[in-house]
């Protein structure tokens, strides 16, 4: 048995020569040494990627909107009638500012629709209709907002509006480009289409941009600009970062 045992003992360190020999480190016997540590670092990686997982999972949750939505006039309200907080958001397809507040805050925005604890009036405006070659892109997106409504892509349309923003002083886009974006979002309506060219909601629209342009409570430094954001009927600071985290505070 001892000469057994130191054949044995033999053949490993040959083994363990040869694998040294080309650069390799031998492999410990039992869970002990390399092994023991590789699978702590194994099951380490399991829990941390199940955490991963779970934050990801639960962020998309959130984001995805899940609230009601509906028009009234010229205003679309998303989001619980009983929120305990309420936004106003006036804003303008076209204003470069206005794409930077959406990119900004718009998952926190859904994420407190969807939680309950804010509705949002969103105001359209076009206050830079001269800005387009031809004049009227502001109001003509605005109407093809409002027609997303009835259409059921409202959520969706608002967010591609912005993501296909066309410079000032360019063309803007077509009717059919913005029937275009909202069949790509899920529009199945019948009157979709005719909704969108037929610009119905023009008239509405240029009186709620004047109407804001002279409502003093909008007004900065004397003059309406977009966006304006209202809390609870009160117009934050835009450089103000926390003004939602803040508005939702315990709420």
């Known amino acids: 048995m001892g000469g057994a045992s130191r054949s044995e003992k033999q053949r490993r360190q040959a083994a363990n020569q040869r694998l040294a020999a080309a650069g390799i480190t031998p492999k410990q016997s039992g869970p002990s040494g390399g092994t023991r540590i590789a699978l702590i670092v194994v099951a380490a990686v399991v829990v941390v990627a199940g955490v991963i997982g779970y934050f990801v999972i639960h962020n998309r949750q959130s984001t995805t909107p ?52 804010i509705k949002v009036n969103y105001h359209s405006t076009a206050i830079l209709d001269s800005l387009t070659t031809p004049p009227g892109y502001s109001t003509l997106a605005a109407n093809a907002a409002l027609c997303a409504v009835p259409a059921g892509i409202w959520p969706a349309y608002h967010k591609a509006l912005y993501d296909q923003q066309p410079a000032e002083r360019s063309a803007g886009l077509t009717a059919q480009q913005l029937v275009d974006i909202g069949t790509e979002a899920g ?6 289409a005719s909704c969108v060219t037929g610009n119905g909601n023009a008239a509405a629209i240029t009186a709620a941009t004047k109407a804001a342009i002279a409502n003093p409570a909008l007004l900065t430094n004397g003059q309406f600009g977009t966006p304006t954001i209202l809390v609870d009927g009160k117009k934050i600071d835009l450089n103000d970062s926390k003004w939602l985290s803040n508005a939702i505070a315990d709420k």
Do not use: H, I, Q
């Open 66 to 117: 899940n609230y009601a939505v509906a028009a009234n006039g010229t205003v679309v309200t998303a989001g619980k009638t009983d929120a305990p907080v309420t936004v106003d958001v006036y804003e303008d397809y076209l204003c470069p500012v206005c794409e930077r507040f959406e990119s900004r805050y718009a998952d926190d925005v859904t994420a407190a629709l969807n939680d309950g604890k």
């Open 187 to 192: 529009a199945t309506s019948p009157d979709w």
